[in-house]
């Protein structure tokens, strides 16, 4: 595991939306990234149609909301981003 840059990151403290490869969503709070994975606080993630609502639904309820913070830390692989954007700019 290489070295986390506490602080550091221009997103620290940002809530950011993850496009994940396999097609989920995740939405948390960035915290800090190292070589290999970015740790999101205060996390939740979603798939489509889950709950009945899609990955567009979800996503423009926790952007008027916000989302449900039901994982407390979140590490999510780098390699595993397909896309990633604050929140706020949705």
């Known amino acids: ?9 221009e997103l620290h403290g940002i809530t950011v939306v993850i496009d994940a490869a396999d097609g989920s969503m995740i939405i948390g709070r960035f915290h800090e990234q190292d070589d ?5 606080l205060d996390a939740d ?5 889950e709950g009945g609502k899609s ?3 979800w996503l ?3 952007a008027k909301w916000g989302q449900w913070p039901r994982i407390k ?3 999510v692989p780098l390699a ?8 706020g700019q949705l």
């Open 1 to 9: 595991m290489g070295t986390f840059h506490h602080n550091t990151h």
């Open 36 to 40: 290999t994975h970015a740790l999101l």
């Open 45 to 49: 993630t979603h798939r489509e149609n």
């Open 55 to 57: 990955n567009a639904e």
């Open 60 to 62: 423009d309820a926790a």
């Open 73 to 75: 830390q979140l590490r």
């Open 80 to 87: 595993d981003i397909k896309q990633l954007r604050r929140l």
